[in-house]
Nanobody, 122 residues
Framework: VQLQASGGGLAQTGGSLRLVCAAS????????VGWFRQAPGKEREFVSS????????DYARSVKGRFTISRDNIKNMAYLQMNSLKADDTAVYYC????????????????WGQGTQVTVSS
């Protein structure tokens, strides 16, 4: 599975961005999809995940109520809608897939995209 994350860029505080994770090489319809982020000097952290049928979502406390994860198994894509952005959301965002639902640990995810930079200016 190859994953390509895109949609990052520069946004102002309070603004919105929509990240896209496009998969190729194999269907991800039976994988859970997760989004992680890594800010400079910090460890990679869990942001959100969605189960393979899309019926369950999980969010880090820091983004709950502001970010929405979704997926389209026909298009082999997943999305992260980010609203009410804050400076603390600045990071490189990665999408990844896991054969198991519910993990917030990076080591549970078997395939990773290359990351897309999100910068939020105050």
């Amino acid at each position: 599975v190859q994953l390509q994350a895109s949609g990052g860029g520069l946004a102002q505080t309070g603004g919105s961005l929509r990240l896209v994770c496009a998969a190729s090489g194999r269907s991800i319809s039976h994988f859970a999809v997760g989004w992680f982020r890594q800010a400079p000097g910090k460890e990679r952290e869990f942001v959100s995940s969605i189960s393979w049928p899309g019926t369950r979502q999980d969010y880090a406390r820091s983004v709950k109520g502001r970010f929405t994860i979704s997926r389209d198994n026909i298009k082999n894509m997943a999305y992260l809608q980010m609203n009410s952005l804050k400076a603390d959301d600045t990071a490189v965002y990665y999408c990844a897939v896991s054969t198991a639902w519910g993990s917030r640990e990076a080591h549970s995810y078997v395939y990773w995209g290359q990351g897309t930079q999100v910068t939020v200016s105050s």
